[in-house]
């Protein structure tokens, strides 16, 4: 089911499948800001990536239990329907809890809790993962909204740079050409810049995962304008670039990540996978995506 809040900047509407956005309008223009999931495309809107972010050797791990576990890209809960908790004029707040349902793809026992909030032109996304089982609790997680581009007809999406709050030069995990970590050397996106240039081409070999970058923000800007969608990544280790390859191109993710895929040809076993949480039973994780549509 579908839930909508909305102030004098912004509609926001969330699926509880998977507490996923599935819509951000420009309330003064009536524009679409998030990417509209064309199957033909990329079918996604902003899927939260939990209990892991990427994929699994072999696509598997080996859990505490001794059994093996089969796993799919990103995890599970962008999969599942999320129980809604609560809903005010500018708050939605849901729940994935461990079950029937989760035990065939995870052994362990959590509650996800997702809360979006709106305030002004930002949009933000909390998450707290609590440890309901007896055991310590290990997980991966990551953001993914995909914003659409162009803004507006008369521009096109090379009219676009994605921008840092200083001058960065970005080293990248090398994940090709699998998607997992692999042992080749990690690599410069570019060297002493505060922008990167859109185009389909700069992801002809899918996403760029930069690490440890200075900059607190990350923003999808419009040269000519400066409008721009600034995505706050101060708190997280990792953050992603990703559009599919095809041109014209219609989106771009800025996806910040807590943990990473792992490694090709690396340990399956569960608890040697790096993860965002370690944690004791009923101990609490909690971390924030702020995103300012500044249209």
């Known amino acids: 089911m579908r839930y909508t809040i909305e102030n004098e900047f912004i509609r926001l509407t969330v699926d509880s499948l998977g507490a996923e956005m599935v819509s951000v309008i420009d309330v003064s223009t ?48 962008r999969d599942l329907e999320h129980r809604l908790v609560s809903q005010t004029a500018n708050e939605l707040t849901f729940e994935l809890t461990s079950g029937g349902g989760t035990y065939a793809y995870f052994p362990y026992d959590f509650a996800l ?11 933000s996304h909390s998450v707290a993962v609590r440890n309901t089982g007896k055991g310590t609790l290990r997980f991966g997680f990551g953001y993914h909204p995909g914003f659409a581009l162009p803004f507006d007809d008369a521009h096109t999406a090379e009219d676009y740079d994605v921008v840092f709050d200083t001058i960065e030069s970005p080293l ?10 692999c042992a080749s050397p990690d690599y410069y996106l570019a060297r002493n810049v505060d ?36 995505v706050d990544i101060a708190d997280f280790p990792y953050t992603l670039i990703w559009s599919t390859p095809q041109e014209p191109m219609r989106f771009i993710c800025i996806e910040p990540w807590h943990s990473i895929p792992s490694e090709d040809n690396g340990p399956i076993e569960w608890e040697k996978k790096p993860c965002a949480a370690s944690l004791a039973p009923n101990e609490m994780w909690q971390t924030t995506l702020n995103m300012t549509f500044e249209r």
């Open 30 to 77: 009536g524009r679409e800001m998030l990417w509209c999931a064309d199957p033909a495309v990329w079918n996604r809107h902003a899927p939260i990536l939990f209990p892991y972010a990427g994929k699994l050797t072999g696509g598997h791990f080996l859990a505490e239990d001794g059994r093996v576990y089969e796993g799919g890209q990103h995890g599970f809960a």
């Open 113 to 123: 809790r997702s809360t979006y909030t709106l305030e002004g032109r930002r949009i």
């Open 172 to 181: 990248c995990l090398n994940t090709a050409p699998n998607g997992l970590v």
């Open 195 to 230: 922008c990167i240039p859109l185009s389909a081409k700069l992801f002809a070999h899918d996403s760029h995962c930069m690490v440890n970058l200075k900059s607190k923000t990350m923003a999808v800007v419009e040269r000519d304008t400066g409008r721009r969608i600034v």
